[in-house]
C-alpha cells in the first residue's frame, strides 16, 4: 500500500469512503460517486470530497443543471463541487465562494477541496453536524484533515483542532489559515457520532469516545435500577456495545460476560448494509457460548435500535442459548424520525421507534424490557450542551429549516397511511 501510495504524482490529496445516503447504491453509481469529484469550467478546476448529506438537492440539481450543460447528477457530491466550482467561475475568490455555497446549501457537509491553483482547503456547514479535524506531523512538513483523530493517530499526526461550524480553513507551507465566515453560527453535531458512527478510539473536544460510551452505560444503570436488580449477567452485542457494557458493569457490579463472538472474517457493520444482507450478515457474525448464558437473566446492551431486526436476531440466538430473560439497554435514545444529515436512516416507514414506544418494541423484538438512555443523560455525557447538538431524529426538531419542514409534513403524511417511496429528501415534490 504504502508503495504504490509514494508513487502517487503531487504533493495534495484528497479521498472519501462514501457511505450512501444520496443517489443509487449499485456499482455503477458507486463507482461514478467515487470521491474525490471533479468539476471544471472556464478554465477552473476543482476536486472536493465530502462527508455528509444534502437536502436541498433537488433545487440544486435544476440550478447545475441550468448552469453547466454538461451536469451529471450521480449524488450530492457533486452538487456541492459544481456549487462552489460555480461561485469561482463568475470570479469570486476561494473565501467568497465557499461562504456563498455554504449560505445555499441546507444540510451537513464536511469538505475537503483542491483548487487547479494548488490551493488546499477545507470547511464545515454553518451547524457543524458532521466532524472534521485538522492535524500535522511532528517535522511540520505535512498538514491534514481528517473526519475523525484516529486517522491522525494512525498515520503519526498531531492533532491541531476540530474545524468551527461555518470555519474555512486553508493550508499553505507555513501551516492552517483559520477564517471565520459564518458568525454566530448554531452548533449541532451530531449524537449519534457518539453512540454508533465514530470509532471509539477517536476524539471529540479532547473526549475519547470509548469513554464516553462507558459514561452512557453508568447512566442507564441509574436511571433503571429495578432492572439492574433483576439481572445475573451484562452481554454485548455488536461491538459498540461493548464500551457501554463497561460502564454498566463498573456502575452495577454485575458480570460482563463475553458470551458471544464474532466471527472475525465476516467484517461489514450490519447497520449500513441492505436489509438482505443485513441480516444474513449479524445471523452468521454473531455466535453466542450457550454455557455462560443459559438459565441466566441478561442485560444485552445496544448502540441503537433502528429496524430493530438485527436486534431481533440476536435475542432470539441468546435465547436459544437458554437466557431465561434478556434486557436490553439501548444507549441511544429512541430514533423517532429520519435523518437528512448523513446517517441512511431517511424515512419513517423504516424506524420501528417512529410508530412503537418501548414497551411495543420490546413485544416486537422479544425482550423483556427496552430500556433507552434519556435524551439528558446522553447529552451530559457528551460533556455538551442540548444546543451545541443535533438530536433530531430522537426530538423531531432538526437545526435547518427546509429538514424540519420536510420532516414535519412526511410525518403528518405518514400517520394518515402514506407509504414513503424513497429517502425523503430524494421525493420529487422534495426540496423546491
Ligand atoms: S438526525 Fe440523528 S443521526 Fe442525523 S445528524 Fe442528527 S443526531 Fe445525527
Redesign the pocket.
Known amino acids: 500500500m504504502q508503495e504504490w501510495f509514494g508513487r502517487l504524482p503531487g504533493h495534495i490529496g484528497i479521498g472519501n469512503v462514501r457511505y450512501t445516503t444520496s443517489g443509487k447504491c449499485d456499482d455503477t453509481s458507486l463507482l461514478q460517486g467515487t470521491q474525490p469529484v471533479t468539476g471544471k469550467a472556464d478554465g477552473i478546476e476543482l476536486a472536493v470530497s465530502f462527508n455528509g448529506n444534502i437536502v436541498n438537492t433537488a433545487q440544486l440539481r435544476k440550478e447545475m443543471e441550468q448552469q453547466f450543460p454538461d451536469f451529471m447528477y450521480t449524488c450530492d457530491s457533486d452538487l456541492v463541487c459544481h456549487k462552489l466550482l460555480l461561485e469561482l467561475k463568475i470570479g469570486k475568490d476561494l473565501t467568497s465562494a465557499v461562504s456563498a455555497c455554504i449560505e445555499s446549501l441546507d444540510g ?1 457537509f464536511s469538505v475537503t477541496g483542491i483548487t487547479g491553483n494548488g490551493d488546499f482547503f477545507a470547511f464545515k456547514d454553518q451547524h457543524g ?1 458532521k466532524p472534521l479535524c485538522a492535524g500535522h506531523s511532528p517535522d511540520g512538513k505535512t498538514w491534514a484533515f481528517s473526519s475523525e483523530t484516529v486517522s491522525l493517530d494512525i498515520n503519526g499526526l498531531i492533532r491541531d483542532f476540530e474545524l468551527e461550524p461555518g470555519e474555512l480553513v486553508t493550508v499553505s507551507e507555513s501551516g492552517f489559515k483559520r477564517t471565520q465566515i459564518i458568525k454566530n453560527p448554531r452548533k449541532a453535531f ?4 457518539y453512540a454508533y458512527f465514530a470509532r471509539p478510539d477517536s476524539r471529540f473536544d479532547g473526549k475519547y469516545v470509548y469513554e464516553i460510551r462507558e459514561e452512557f452505560g453508568r447512566n442507564i444503570v441509574r436511571e433503571y435500577p429495578e432492572i439492574v436488580k433483576d439481572a445475573d449477567i451484562i452481554l454485548s452485542v455488536p461491538e459498540t456495545g461493548d464500551d457501554p457494557a463497561m460502564g454498566i458493569h463498573e456502575a452495577s457490579g454485575l458480570r460482563w460476560e463475553r458470551a458471544s463472538r464474532r466471527h472475525r472474517y465476516v467484517t461489514e457493520r450490519a447497520f449500513i448494509l441492505l436489509n438482505k444482507e443485513r441480516y444474513n450478515t449479524i445471523d452468521h457474525k454473531v455466535n453466542i457460548l450457550g454455557s455462560k448464558v443459559n438459565g441466566k437473566r441478561v442485560i444485552m446492551t445496544e448502540d441503537s435500535i433502528v429496524r430493530g431486526d438485527t436486534t431481533k436476531i440476536i435475542i432470539k440466538k441468546v435465547r436459544a442459548a437458554g437466557a431465561k430473560k434478556v434486557y436490553m439497554f439501548v444507549t441511544f435514545p429512541r430514533i423517532i424520525g429520519p ?5 441512511d436512516m431517511a424515512t419513517y416507514g423504516q424506524l420501528i421507534g417512529s410508530r412503537h414506544s418501548a414497551e411495543e418494541i420490546a413485544k416486537i423484538i422479544g425482550a423483556d424490557a427496552v430500556c433507552y438512555q434519556s435524551i439528558d443523560g446522553l447529552v451530559h455525557a457528551t460533556g455538551q450542551t442540548r444546543d451545541q ?6 426530538t423531531g426538531e432538526y437545526p435547518t429549516p427546509l429538514a424540519q419542514k420536510m420532516a414535519d409534513e412526511m410525518k403528518q403524511k405518514f400517520l394518515n397511511g402514506y407509504e414513503e417511496k424513497g429517502r425523503i429528501y430524494e421525493l420529487d415534490e422534495a426540496s423546491t
Do not use: K, N, S, T
Open positions: 451537513a453536524i451530531c449524537a449519534f457520532e435523518c437528512f444529515y448523513g446517517i447538538l443535533c438530536l433530531a431524529c430522537i
